[in-house]
């Protein structure tokens, strides 16, 4: 099985910073990395896929990057709405989630 | 509009069993693989089970293999798991979401929260 490990587990940021939240994987794969955020109560959102493609009707604040068994998801400039969990998800092989990062207000 | 609706949740004792049902609409049901994924309230997203559109191939997580069945009825797009010998690490909200050919989930329901307890 493919473990996926997210760090940090939380992150303490303000409107306006740049975000990065890393995604290791325990074997090297090729780009079938996904990135989602999920709100409270909320089912997760699909931001980023196969690594670096931006989900129809996510903003532009959001990119991703990386292969092999190290990926980043950043957004550029952190907006009110984008205090929420984030998590990766590789499907090279089956599907498996990374333990998520919170992104909190400093 | 791709719209997935669960059903079917609730409390249960340990041992027993539950059947979830998701209801989709809004696209062509057969041509979608489709999997369930849990998660335990304030915690991680866990992928439980997946099938093939046409339902001829399942996969499992090793965690609910043999106690869990999934299926689907194309007929009525409609997606099932079957849940028996459930344990109270079982409690969760499940969500059922749909992905594309090597594509991630791109549309989820709303989730249904099971409670296994005495």
């Known amino acids: 099985d493919i473990q996926m490990t997210q760090s940090p587990s939380t992150l303490s940021a303000s409107v306006g910073d740049r975000v990065t939240i890393t995604c290791r994987a325990s074997?090297?794969?090729?780009?079938?990395l996904a990135w989602y955020q999920q709100k409270p109560g909320k089912a997760p959102k699909l931001l980023i896929y196969k690594a670096s493609s931006l989900e129809s009707g996510v903003p532009s604040r959001f990119s991703g990057s990386g292969s092999g068994t190290e990926f980043t998801l950043t957004i550029s400039s952190l907006q009110p709405d984008d205090f929420a969990t984030y998590y990766c998800?590789?499907?090279?092989?089956?599907?498996?989630f990374g333990q998520g990062t919170k992104v909190e207000i400093k | 509009e791709v719209h997935l609706l669960e059903s079917g949740g609730g409390l249960v004792q340990p041992g027993g069993s539950l059947r979830l049902s998701c209801a989709a609409s809004?696209?062509?049901?057969?041509?979608?693989?489709m999997s369930w994924v849990r998660q335990v309230p304030g915690k991680g997203l866990e992928w439980v089970s997946a099938?093939?559109?046409?339902?001829?191939?399942?996969y499992y997580a090793d965690s609910v293999k043999a106690r869990f069945t999934i299926s689907r009825d194309n007929s009525n797009n409609t997606l099932y798991v079957q849940m028996n010998s459930l344990r109270a690490d079982d409690t969760a909200v499940y969500y059922c979401?749909?992905?594309?050919?090597?594509?991630?989930?791109?549309?989820w329901g709303q989730g249904i929260l099971v409670t296994v307890s005495s």
């Open positions: 809004g696209f062509t049901f057969s041509t979608y693989a």
């Open positions: 979401s749909r992905h594309p050919p090597r594509l991630p989930f791109d549309y």
């Open positions: 074997q090297s794969f090729s780009s079938w």
């Open positions: 998800q590789q499907y090279n092989r089956l599907w498996t």
């Open positions: 099938i093939s559109g046409s339902g001829d191939t399942t």
